[in-house]
């Protein structure tokens, strides 16, 4: 069972990224997936999740309405498309199968994280 993270990297304010979440091993239209963050220092937070079929999503107040969340499940793949980046948006993000606002899965996963640095 694998969740890769990928897409991260050095961004100015302002600008966009698009992350992507590769699931393999396992059958990810049976999950919903999130979308978690950790800023340097401070401890792991909830920014997004979208449920399995894809139907509904959640996001932090932080990032509503500069993160859109989608999913692919023929390519078994969750994008975060993330725009008007800040500096406070710098993290390490995770895609996970673990408990969030858009339900709760069967067995828990978490991907090796892809780092996000906004920075001029």
């Known amino acids: 069972v694998q969740l890769q993270a990928s897409g991260g990297g050095l961004v100015q304010p302002g600008g966009s990224l698009r992350l992507s979440c590769a699931a393999a091993g396992f059958n990810p239209e049976d999950y919903s997936i999130g979308w978690f963050r950790q800023p340097p220092g401070k401890e792991r937070e909830g920014v997004s999740c979208i449920s399995s079929r894809g139907d509904s999503a959640y996001y932090a107040d932080s990032v509503k309405g500069r993160f859109a969340i989608s999913r692919d499940n023929f390519k078994n793949t969750v994008y975060l498309q993330m725009n008007s980046l800040k500096p406070e948006d710098t993290a390490v993000y995770y895609c996970?199968?673990?408990?969030?606002?858009?339900?709760?899965?069967?067995?828990?996963?978490w991907g090796q994280g892809t780092q996000v640095t906004v920075s001029s």
């Open positions: 996970t199968t673990a408990p969030t606002a858009c339900g709760i899965n069967r067995r828990t996963w």
